[in-house]
């Protein structure tokens, strides 16, 4: 399964973004797909998640302001980020965690478009 994500760039602080990621075929699975970032050095941080069922996580950092969602006919994910801030500044990458049978897992990642967010 490949990843594709788009939608990142610049933006001023307090203004919003729209991620998307669409993989490559459909998953019939179990599955989670989700965002994760990475600021320059600083390590990968989950950002928020949706099961196929349509649970979601989010880091504390972004509740409120970041929605996740998902169109399983499209096999897309998207990140809805509003009031960014500069510490929102970050390579965002797609993930998508398959589960498969006997606790195993298959785990994805996209390219990772950037986002940066001035003030």
């Known amino acids: 399964v490949q990843l594709q994500a788009s939608g990142g760039g610049l933006v001023q602080a307090g203004g919003s973004l729209t991620l998307s990621c669409v993989a490559s075929e459909r998953i019939f699975s179990i599955n989670a797909m989700g965002w994760y970032r990475q600021a320059p050095g600083k390590q990968r941080e989950l950002v928020a998640t949706i099961a196929s069922g349509g649970t979601t996580n989010y880091a504390d950092s972004v509740k409120g302001r970041f929605a996740i969602s998902r169109d399983n006919a499209k096999n897309a994910v998207y990140l809805q980020m509003d009031s960014l801030k500069p510490e929102d500044t970050a390579v965002y990458y797609c993930?998508?965690?398959?589960?498969?049978?006997?606790?195993?897992?298959?785990?994805?990642w996209g390219q990772g478009t950037k986002v940066t967010v001035f003030s």
């Open positions: 993930n998508l965690v398959i589960y498969r049978s006997r606790g195993a897992a298959s785990d994805y």
